[in-house]
């Protein structure tokens, strides 16, 4: 089994605005089923399948000062050694 690959991983303080604007720039990118990020010289380009498991987590953690509250999106899907995605089983 190979081991995970992290293709780009971005960790900053952005202004509530800014994410939300980021969010919308994705969501739009996601409709269309093509989504590519840029960090750098880094670029990711995805194509996102019509199907996918989509994940939400709001954890809350005690702090010092108070509480520290997450909140996470996910998506995931199967991609073949080709890199396309995978399909579903049928029968023929």
């Given at each position: 089994?190979?081991?995970?690959?992290?293709?780009?991983?971005?960790?900053?303080?952005?202004?509530?605005?800014?994410v939300a604007a980021f969010?919308?720039?994705?969501?739009?990118?996601?409709?269309?089923?093509?989504?590519v990020l840029k960090q750098?010289?880094?670029?990711?380009?995805?194509?996102?399948?019509?199907?996918?498991?989509?994940?939400?987590?709001?954890?809350?953690?005690?702090?010092?000062?108070?509480?520290?509250?997450?909140?996470?999106?996910?998506?995931?899907?199967?991609?073949?050694?080709?890199?396309?995605?995978a399909g579903s089983v049928?029968?023929?």
């Open positions: 089994m190979a081991k995970k690959e992290i293709l780009l991983k971005s960790d900053e303080a952005l202004a509530r605005a800014d969010f919308r720039q994705v969501s739009e990118a996601l409709a269309k089923g093509q989504v750098d010289e880094t670029l990711v380009e995805l194509t996102v399948p019509d199907q996918v498991r989509f994940e939400v987590d709001v954890e809350e953690k005690p702090k010092k000062k108070g509480k520290q509250i997450s909140l996470e999106f996910e998506l995931e899907w199967l991609v073949r050694e080709d890199g396309e995605p049928s029968i023929e």
